[in-house]
């Protein structure tokens, strides 16, 4: 819920390659006021699709380019 300019985050994202491998896992729960950040240092450059499960059940897929 909103407590004045924060959110509660209870959310997971999970990176994958293009052949479907799961390459990184996060969960984030707490408190953000709109901005999260995370590392992706480990991972290779390349096209990944993300998946991102919202607390509320949601599910959002979208394609991320990394290039370092």
């Given at each position: 819920?909103?407590?004045?300019?924060?959110?509660?985050?209870?959310?997971?994202y999970k990176f994958y390659d293009l052949?479907?491998?799961?390459?990184?896992?996060?969960?984030?729960?707490?408190?953000?006021?709109?901005?999260?950040?995370?590392?992706?240092?480990?991972?290779?450059?390349?096209?990944?699709?993300?998946?991102?499960?919202?607390?509320?059940?949601?599910?959002?897929?979208?394609?991320?380019?990394?290039?370092?």
């Open positions: 819920g909103l407590v004045g300019s924060e959110m509660c985050i209870r959310e997971k052949s479907g491998r799961l390459v990184k896992s996060i969960n984030l729960s707490g408190n953000s006021e709109g901005t999260i950040n995370i590392s992706l240092q480990d991972i290779a450059d390349g096209v990944y699709i993300v998946q991102v499960l919202q607390g509320n059940g949601e599910l959002l897929q979208s394609k991320l380019m990394i290039e370092k």
